[in-house]
């Protein structure tokens, strides 16, 4: 004997079993957007380097409150990407300007970037835990279904504010130092405006 769900049932069980490929595509957008913004196939890969982090918290904080990841929950992963990648987006945004306008090393670039967009980064993250934290609470009326979507995303928001701002950096030096080893990635010296600093390799693809 076999069971299985008809009617409503059966349509809503067949649009959740592409959540997950509807996620990987999602990222996938978000990758190619990216590239074609920087122009390169390195910094997209950086910036994304933090939503590893973001889903791990979301997924442990419905496994400490008993909650299963339903469609509300799997919604606030995917509010997490954009969060997530905006605070990685603010941190490379200014280090590539600081190698390509002021001619710092990846190091400098990307040590500045952390320090002054530091407050802004914190504002906005905050912003947004503040907004779904009575999500998480189940405050108002029939907030009990969508409990799991605000606890996705303070809990991802937590987990990923404290790890993003020390991995995004290493990662976006880790990724500097492989392309400068590869072949033909050391360009001509970029000539310098009248009263700028050389840029010299800091120019990358």
Do not use: W
């Amino acid at each position: 004997m076999t069971g299985s769900f008809q009617g409503t049932a059966q349509a809503f069980q067949s649009s959740v079993s592409g959540l997950g490929l509807l996620l990987c595509f999602a990222v996938f957008i978000i990758y190619v957007v990216l590239g074609i913004l920087y122009e390169s196939y390195i910094h997209p890969l950086t910036i994304l380097s933090g939503l590893p982090a973001a889903g791990l918290g979301a997924l442990l904080t419905l496994f400490v409150f008993g909650r299963e990841l339903d469609l509300y929950a799997f919604v606030g992963v995917i509010m997490l990407i954009g969060i997530v990648k905006k605070n990685a987006i603010m941190m490379i945004d200014f280090a590539l300007a600081a190698e390509r306008m002021h001619g710092k090393t990846p190091h400098a670039a990307i040590r500045e970037a952390c320090l002054v967009r530091f407050r802004p980064i914190m504002m906005t993250t905050f912003a947004a835990l503040l907004g779904t934290l009575p999500i998480a609470l189940s405050l108002g009326s029939s907030g009990g279904p969508r409990k799991g979507l605000g606890l996705a995303v303070v809990g991802g928001l937590l987990v990923s504010q404290f790890l993003t701002l020390f991995l995004t950096p290493v990662v976006y030096l880790a990724l500097d130092r492989f392309v400068r080893r590869e072949p033909g990635a050391a360009l001509a010296p970029t000539p310098a405006e009248p009263g700028e600093q050389p840029v010299g390799d800091a120019h990358r693809a």
